[in-house]
């Protein structure tokens, strides 16, 4: 293959996909309407509640579904696929509906995050890059959330490509822990295409490029006055690299009545280092200069580091954010939920396992968020099939997902629909927020989560329930078929 060849990313699909397209095809059920669902199971890190993401990605590939010519060759190198299949590949384009919760959305287990409803060929050939999208930047996002969480308001940056998980791994990945609520990225091409804030400053290797570690710290002041963030810890911290920071300070930045800089540290006892480095940089007279940390940081050191009183203004996260490294895989499922009849008529479909948590809640669904109308904090998740309709007027009362005896019941509340419809019949007709609006979203809702829900530890259950009638259908459906 030329590797300069642009990629279709319609062949990014798992081959089985293909396999049971041209099967559907010679069954006859190429048209047949599908209902699939995408969910989850366990949040990451076994935390309350995760962070949707990768929607935008999602968009682009389905406006883009296209066979090529090249695509089709191959394929008819395999002999597997019969050549009217090819024939009606050659011609492929989505047409279905897909709903969809907008990124930045606190979500949890097993509610459907997309939801696809087309005909089977279709819904089936786009599972692998919709769970591809939505898993990656749902698990970044998600710890992301949890890194800036932990720094209580302190900027977080992402610094993670050199580290990441391929090259879609660091881009889509940066945009992702922006979402998250990162402020910036060291990704320069996430900037370049998705508008993720890019910046940074020196090496280590800047400083051992100089004569003197003086001499490197004054050469960036005179270039980059207005912006002059400096690495300390190439030799000795608070012997020499402080010191020569605010010598270089005092006689750059401080004859041009430049106030603003930064140092950063990237080894040793941050927490030591940086209350040191703090007061020698207030003595000094450069109370608003600001310190940086990095070095393989992640939420619970953050909140260790602040319980230790270090002086942080600025934290830099790289390796352990990027990849999600404490439990790198979302797990998000791509499941058959109802097929419609020659009639139009929703049939609910079931996938049991003897594994309980496997067993799929079926037919075409609706997921409600229940806010307390006093507070306006989330309270609980209400799944209802599709035409079911919710009477706030009314009680209504849910079950704990983990502790099923557990009752509780909502008497002043409102009901907010969570998914919305993102293409119908194939055509666009939502609405793409930009980022920055998609982080500022994410910010807001996850201030409607109670604290108990956002813990790191022991988060507390947010219930998530089915309504008594999609109960019923799954009850129906498991005596059916066990």
């Given at each position: ?44 890190d ?54 969809a ?46 890194i ?21 791994g ?25 508008q ?92 608003g ?20 009183g ?36 929703i ?8 594994n ?36 706030d ?6 079950f ?28 666009l ?32 259950n ?21």
């Open positions: 293959m030329n590797t300069e060849q642009k990629l279709n990313m319609t062949m990014l699909c798992d081959f089985y996909e293909l396999t049971m397209g041209n099967g559907y095809f010679q069954a006859g059920y190429q048209d047949r309407i599908t209902y699939f669902d995408v969910f989850f199971r366990d949040v990451p076994k935390g309350g509640f995760a962070i949707c993401a990768g929607l935008s990605q999602l968009i682009d590939y389905i406006q883009n579904l296209r066979f090529e010519e090249a695509d089709l060759a191959y394929l008819r190198e395999k002999q597997m696929f019969s050549e009217q299949f090819l024939a009606y590949l050659r011609d492929f384009r989505f047409t279905g509906d897909i709903w919760i907008p990124e930045g959305t606190p979500i949890f287990p097993r509610e459907p995050v997309v939801t696809v409803r087309a005909p089977a060929i279709q819904a089936q050939l786009i599972e692998t890059f919709t769970l591809l999208t939505i898993n990656h930047q749902s698990l970044i996002a998600t710890k992301a959330n949890r800036v969480r932990a720094a209580q308001g302190r900027t977080v940056l992402e610094f993670g490509s050199r580290r990441a998980q391929g090259t879609d660091a881009i889509s990945g940066a945009r992702a822990a922006y979402i998250g609520g990162c402020k910036g990225t060291a990704c320069t091409i996430s900037d370049q295409l998705y993720v804030p890019a910046g940074g400053t020196m090496a280590h290797a800047w400083v051992q490029m100089f004569d003197s570690q003086y001499e490197a710290f004054r050469t960036y002041c005179e270039v980059y006055p207005t912006n002059a963030t400096l690495l300390v810890d190439t030799y000795n911290t608070l012997k020499s690299g402080v010191p020569d920071a605010i010598r270089a300070f005092n006689e750059v930045l401080r004859p041009r009545g430049i106030t603003k800089c930064g140092i950063r540290l990237d080894s040793g006892d941050i927490a030591y280092l940086t209350r040191e480095a703090r007061k020698m940089l207030d003595d000094a007279g450069w109370e200069c600001q310190i940086s940390a990095s070095n393989s940081l992640d939420e619970y050191i953050i909140r260790d580091l602040l319980l230790q270090a002086k942080v203004d600025l934290f830099g996260v790289g390796e352990r954010m990027i990849t999600a490294s404490s439990q790198p895989v979302f797990g998000g499922v791509y499941k058959l939920a109802a097929v419609e009849d020659a009639a139009g008529n049939l609910p479909k079931i996938k049991v396992s003897e309980v948590d496997k067993i799929t809640n079926p037919h075409f669904k609706k997921t409600y968020r229940i806010f307390d109308r006093a507070t306006g904090k989330a309270e609980a998740d209400y799944i209802t099939v599709w035409d079911e309709p919710v009477d007027s009314k009680p209504l009362e849910l704990d997902p983990q502790a099923t005896w557990k009752r509780k019941t909502f008497t002043s509340f409102t009901a907010k629909p969570l998914q919305v419809q993102v293409f119908r019949g194939g055509e007709v939502y609405r793409q927020p930009s980022l920055q609006e998609i982080q500022a979203y994410c910010q807001e809702q996850v201030e409607t989560l109670w604290d108990e829900v956002k813990r790191f530890e022991n988060p507390h947010y219930y998530v329930d089915l309504s008594q009638r999609l109960w019923e259908i799954k009850q129906r459906l498991l005596h059916e078929n066990c």
